[in-house]
């Protein structure tokens, strides 16, 4: 099965570069999703990395490191608007009607103060 | 594109009522569609898995003849919350899988049903 672990919660300053991460234990790996979501509201797809590296888009970055399990999203420049839950996601690779779930990890509650 | 929608937006009812709450893939087709539940601060918590034509797989300790699931097309699938309890109050989202999707594990979220029990 997985088994996701992040931070609950991390505190920055706006303007400031904020690094989330994300630790993962798997016994098959079919990539990994970061997930924003604003208090009462959906998830929105931020990134999937299936590739060890790093992928940029705009402000938000995503790392992954298969080998060490570990992934992390980097947000630059952080605004007040960037305060949210931040959740790390894999695919089950067990699922057995291939219907590919997502296990979430617990999220990590971002607040960025003035 | 890529777009979920979810109806009610919120919902109050009274214990012992039963509450149904609708999933629609507004522009693609979803063989699968899935219901999460999440409570304040915590995160999303996967009841079921709703498949197209066919039965919905539960969850471990998800009570299948609590929230029935039925997914009569490929654009609709409904969670019915039956004798709703306030402990049943939540935040309900789904979301669904494009059946021609380019990243086979991706899924695109509605925006949520808060249901409240009273």
């Known amino acids: 099965g997985q088994n996701i672990d992040q931070p609950t919660e991390m505190t920055a300053t706006e303007g400031a570069i904020v690094q989330i991460n994300c630790t993962y234990q798997?016994?098959?790996?079919?990539?990994l999703f970061w997930y924003q979501q604003h208090a009462g509201e959906a998830p929105t797809f931020l990134s999937y990395?299936?590739?060890?590296g790093l992928e940029e888009k705009g402000r938000f970055s995503s790392f992954l490191s298969r080998s060490k399990g570990y992934s992390y999203l980097l947000l630059k420049e952080l605004q007040m608007k960037d305060s949210a839950s931040y959740l790390c996601?894999?695919?089950?690779?067990?699922?057995?009607?291939?219907?590919?779930?997502?296990?979430f990890g617990s999220g990590t509650r971002l607040l960025v103060r003035p | 594109g890529a777009v979920v929608s979810q109806h009610p937006s919120w919902v109050i009812c009274k214990s012992g009522t039963s509450v149904k709450i609708e999933c629609r893939s507004l522009d693609f087709q979803a063989t699968t569609m899935f219901w999460y539940r999440q409570f304040p601060k915590q995160s999303l918590m996967l009841m079921a898995t709703s498949n197209e034509g066919s039965k919905a797989t539960y969850e471990q300790g998800v009570e299948k003849d609590k929230f029935l699931i039925n997914h009569a097309s490929l654009t609709l699938s409904t969670l019915t919350v039956t004798s709703a309890h306030p402990e049943d109050s939540s935040f309900y989202i789904c979301?669904?899988?494009?059946?021609?999707?380019?990243?086979?594990?991706?899924?695109?979220f509605g925006p949520g049903t808060r249901l409240t029990v009273t």
């Open positions: 798997t016994s098959g790996f079919n990539g």
């Open positions: 979301s669904a899988r494009d059946i021609i999707a380019q990243l086979g594990y991706e899924q695109y």
């Open positions: 996601a894999a695919p089950d690779p067990f699922t057995v009607d291939s219907s590919y779930k997502l296990i």
């Open positions: 990395n299936v590739l060890d």
